[in-house]
């Protein structure tokens, strides 16, 4: 990964760009800027499970929308020619490689899949002056790349269509595109325990002796052990702003939602020790868009398997 641009030449660069451009374009010269390069080069940590593994064939990618920070993505297809795509969108609270134990899942079954993940998180590009905290300048960034994403790169058809998964925060990014994506060949949407309003704790700088909760967050835990560069844990007080306000406008859309033209489904799936209370949000959440149920998980080491059972659903048989 390149040595981060020292903060005193980025303010001596932005100071140049002020005095040729004015106050009033300070902002979009600073976006002209965005410093932030993916990181490329996870190294697999020692001792780890080979079902953590990035799977055969994988790679690693860059991709940058409009003038954003670079996304990171990877891919990798099955032996055989695969029957759909599964794009997954890496929550904010992990680098993308939690996702390959899911991802070797749906391999499997014969679907080609990406990971995405979006600027400011994980080992996807920086903003300018991000620092060390997960961060975006508009929650619209991380709808904006996955969209360009889509049409740029996976490019889904007919016989190849597309299931966008989210986990988490990104959970609230899905559920969005399905309101605004229009293209056919995208057949269905997949939200796992999504974010449901609320204060989002700031968090802690990363250390090797405190690792996130859950199942995720051990895996998560061992990738960092080894990269440093995947460590992001801390939210900024921007992403928390933004989070919250792109769950309260997804949860604010008066009905009914203008959506596919193809009937694409939504299914949210809550653990099963999820709270009434987030129970009760999650199905308000869903009443708002079209073709959406709720249905229960056994939890983020069922994420595959309720994948695959979304997506044969909705993919005639090969």
């Not at 939690?98 to 990971?115: I, K, N, P, S």
């Not at 960092?224 to 604010?252: C, I, V």
């Not at 799936?269 to 073709?291: E, I, M, V, W």
């Not at 994420?303 to 909705?314: E, P, R, T």
């Amino acid at each position: 990964m390149p040595f981060p641009c020292p903060k005193s030449v980025i303010w001596l660069a932005l100071a140049a760009a002020l005095a040729t451009t004015g106050c009033s374009k300070l902002k979009d010269a600073a976006r002209e800027m965005q410093p932030g390069q993916a990181f490329l080069d996870s190294r697999i940590p020692a001792g780890l499970s080979p079902q953590y593994f990035p799977p055969d064939g994988f790679v690693w990618g860059a991709y940058r929308a409009e003038k954003l920070p670079q996304a990171r993505y990877g891919v990798a297809s099955p032996p055989i020619n695969p029957k759909a795509q599964i794009l997954i969108l890496a929550d904010a609270d992990y680098p993308a490689e939690v996702y390959f134990e899911t991802m070797r899942q749906l391999l499997a079954e014969g679907y080609g899949v990406w990971l995405l993940e979006a600027p400011g998180q994980g080992g996807a590009g920086h903003y300018l002056l991000q620092n060390d905290s997960i961060y975006t300048a508009s929650y619209h960034d991380a709808q904006i790349t996955a969209r360009d994403f889509i049409n740029d790169i996976v490019k889904p058809s007919g016989d190849k269509p597309l299931f966008i998964v989210g986990t988490g925060y990104s959970a609230i990014t899905a559920l969005s595109l399905s309101t605004i994506l229009k293209d056919d060949n995208l057949r269905g949407f997949v939200a796992y325990a999504p974010y449901l309003g609320g204060p989002i704790a700031k968090g802690e700088d990363w250390h090797r002796d405190a690792p996130q909760p859950g199942y995720l967050g051990a895996i998560a835990q061992t990738w960092q052990m080894s990269n440093p560069d995947l460590r992001l844990r801390k939210k900024s007080e921007g992403w928390q702003r933004q989070m919250q306000k792109a769950y309260t406008d997804l949860n604010g859309l008066h009905l009914p939602v203008l959506s596919l033209k193809t009937g694409a489904q939504i299914l949210v799936l809550q653990p099963k020790s999820t709270s009434t209370a987030d129970g009760n949000a999650a199905s308000a959440l869903c009443a708002r868009l079209p073709r959406c149920r709720v249905a229960p998980s056994d939890g983020p080491q069922a994420l595959g398997a309720d994948i695959i059972a979304f997506v044969d659903a909705q993919t005639p048989a090969h």
